[in-house]
């Protein structure tokens, strides 16, 4: 056993969790009219409901006690320090900084990063304001009405679900347009509504050789340069985001359209950076820095704030609670509303590759569950397709729910329809429904029932949820949820022991990629592999 499992706190969560395990929710909220006033937070007007999870009074300092007992703050204070905690790739992990408006040095390996990062955001300040102004055009003299985002995994997700969510602060007509799939219809699509002469492309890639990414790029480019009949036009309808400034200049792209990041800032904690800069070409950079201070004073917040009171930490224990104690193996985030549609995927990629781990820090395989499998999907569209399974299934779903207080729009009746069903399935879920509320009900209505339809009607409830609510998904809201989040996944980590800032698990089928993909130039048959992969290469060539 490691030292995490084999601690007397983890001892004690496990016998806790056996004492708990029948106590029901609906019975906690009875017996305690404070339970939501005991069990919620405030962090600037963003208020965490905590009340509707299986914790007792004693439940709570217990998993704080596991935090404490795992160094938690020693490795909060490592991580804003610049400690190269990412061991494996020997790594600073430091996309607080990137939010961080103070202009005192901040040294990391002899350089004065935080004059790095204002200088790019100076950069991309006068960058997106010329384009927005019409100063910047394309080579026939004409302004930009289309900006396309071509970038994956963490280049593509954190960008494209922070400019949709915050689609009511766009600034002017500039269309925004994200390509990511290396399957050709994406870009083709994309392409065949644009306009070249009207059309920047961002070309959004930490290493500059992401094969998707480069693959897109180059069609790109072909396609504007066909169409315009001029190979100059590059630098007028091109810019990069990289860290790798040889590869950009050797794709073609002007030094001067080069936007700079850094090692120390993770693909998937990337939109801070210059990564980001489909954002401001969306909707203002003033607007930008206004996501950037959100996310700092969530920053501050959390390493200050007392765990007990403390929203990324709780949602982390919470977390631990259920995907170590009660063997519950996916979390679901359910947005209701349109705007936050993305924020599932988004954070599926910031979960799953974050700790999506099966060995510690130190490289020894773990004896406990890491990351849970991230799921989810704008609300109410859920409701109508997997709630069958979160409210009756045999699986526990612990669930996140968030909502904004206000809309900007004001068709009638959708408002309220919206937060009422936001309400009616937190509450459903807490307090299920028993066979002598289905039988009252049944006999109430005159109607014939036997057992069988009692049981197929019993909701069991009990299923956990957080409930995140807020004012408006203003930049700066956003900025601070999406950083309460990064810190969930860090605490988790944190009590895992795992090495949550590199993803060595997306390389072996990128590389065997590689190695098929000069097969699939000929129609030879293969043998040299397994049998499925022959079969399903030689099929292929059979049908293509
Ligand atoms: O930005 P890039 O270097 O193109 O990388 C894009 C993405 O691909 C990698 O395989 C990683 O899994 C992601 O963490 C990363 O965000």
């Known amino acids: 056993m490691s030292s995490l499992t084999d601690s007397a706190t983890w001892q004690e969560l496990r016998e806790h969790h056996r004492e708990i395990a029948e106590l029901h929710m609906r019975d906690m909220f009875a017996q305690d009219s404070k339970r939501f006033d005991k069990l919620s937070l405030k962090f600037q007007d963003i208020l965490f409901d905590f009340s509707k999870n299986r914790i007792t009074e004693k439940t709570l300092p217990l998993l704080l006690k596991l935090a404490e007992e795992s160094d938690l703050a020693d490795k909060i204070a490592a991580l804003f320090s610049g400690e190269k905690i990412n061991r494996t790739e020997n790594r600073s992990v430091l996309h607080t900084a990137l939010r961080n408006p103070g202009r005192q040095p901040f040294m990391l390996d002899g350089r004065d990063i935080h004059a790095d990062i204002h200088s790019v955001l100076n950069k991309m300040r006068v960058f997106s304001d010329a384009v927005h102004s019409g100063e910047w055009r394309g080579y026939t003299g004409k302004v930009i009405t289309d900006v396309v985002n071509i970038g994956i995994g963490g280049s593509d997700l954190g960008p494209k679900m922070v400019v949709r969510a915050l689609q009511p602060y766009a600034k002017g007509t500039i269309q925004s ?19 070249p002469e009207t059309t920047l492309f961002l070309i959004a890639s930490k290493t500059f050789t992401t094969l998707e990414t480069m693959t897109n790029a180059f069609s790109a480019r072909a396609w504007l340069v066909d169409s315009l009949k001029a190979p100059g036009a590059v630098d007028k309808h091109f810019v990069a985001v990289s860290t790798n400034r040889d590869k950009v200049v050797e794709f073609g792209i002007d030094p001067d359209n080069i936007f700079e990041f850094w090692d120390w800032v993770g693909g998937r904690y990337s939109l801070w950076s210059a990564i980001g800069l489909s954002i401001p070409l969306n909707i203002g950079m003033d607007n930008f820095e206004q996501l950037l201070n959100g996310a700092h004073e969530a920053d501050e917040y959390f390493k200050n704030a007392p765990f007990e009171q403390n929203i990324p930490v709780i949602m982390a224990l919470l977390g631990i609670w259920y995907n170590n104690f009660f063997n519950a193996e996916t979390h679901a985030i ?37 990351g849970p499998i991230v799921w989810g999907q704008a609300g109410t569209n859920g409701q109508h397709a997997y709630y069958q399974l979160i409210h009756q299934g045999t699986k526990l779903v612990p669930c996140d729910f968030l909502i904004p207080g206000t809309s900007c ?3 009638p009746d959708h408002r309220n329809i919206l937060v009422s069903n936001f309400l009616g399935q937190t509450q459903a879920l807490m307090q299920g429904k028993t066979a002598d509320q289905v039988r009252k009900e049944l006999e109430q209505a005159g109607s014939e029932y036997d057992e069988a339809l009692i049981n197929a009607k019993v909701f069991p409830g009990n299923i956990p949820t957080n409930s995140f609510l807020f004012k408006v998904l203003s930049p700066k809201t956003l900025g601070s949820l999406i950083a309460l989040y990064e810190h969930k996944v860090f605490v988790q980590g944190a009590i895992w022991n795992i090495n949550s800032f590199d993803q060595m698990g997306v390389e072996l089928g990128k590389k065997l990629s590689g190695a098929i993909f000069p097969e699939l130039q000929n129609d030879q048959p293969v043998h040299s592999y397994d049998s499925s992969t022959n079969g399903l290469i030689n099929y292929l060539k059979e049908i293509r």
């Open 177 to 195: 347009h994200f390509v990511s799939n290396v399957a050709q219809a994406e870009l083709i699509n994309t392409l065949n509504k644009l306009n």
């Open 334 to 370: 359910l947005p209701y509303g349109y705007y936050l549609r993305y924020f599932p995927a988004f954070m599926q990629q910031m979960d799953m590759e974050s700790n999506g781990k099966n060995i510690d820090i130190d490289g020894n395989p773990v004896d406990y569950q890491t």
């Open 409 to 411: 729009h004001f068709l």
